[in-house]
């Protein structure tokens, strides 16, 4: 069992950056792919970044060039870099281990002027 708690959201404006971060618990976690999906409101909720146990990514083509993801096995935690953000980015973030039914809780991230 993973337990992924999500933090690092936030108001921001157009061209701001953000980083959040997905905590992990369990000693297994650099066994896994991580990813992180997006919910805005009255939407379904869309991939937007994985990383694989061997730290190869693929990206979301609304993202690319803009987010970037990195894991931290030593500390259990998985990252979302946002730079150059858009309003429409704005939706809750959540972090999800690949294999399990695990998924954070989310962690807000709206952006406007």
């Known amino acids: 069992q993973v337990q992924l708690v999500e933090s690092g959201g936030g108001l921001v404006q157009p061209g701001g950056s953000l980083r959040l971060s997905c905590a992990a618990s369990?000693?297994?976690?650099?066994?896994?792919?991580m990813g992180w999906y997006r919910q805005a409101p009255g939407k379904q909720r869309e991939f937007v970044a994985i990383?694989?146990?061997?730290?190869?990514?693929n990206y979301a083509d609304s993202v690319k060039g803009r987010f970037t993801i990195s894991r931290d096995d030593a500390k259990n935690t998985v990252y979302l870099q946002m730079n150059s953000l858009k309003p429409e980015d704005t939706a809750v973030y959540y972090c999800h281990c690949h294999g399990t039914a695990n998924w954070g809780q989310g962690t807000q991230v709206t952006v406007s002027s």
């Open positions: 369990g000693s297994i976690f650099r066994r896994y792919a």
């Open positions: 990383i694989t146990s061997t730290s190869s990514t």
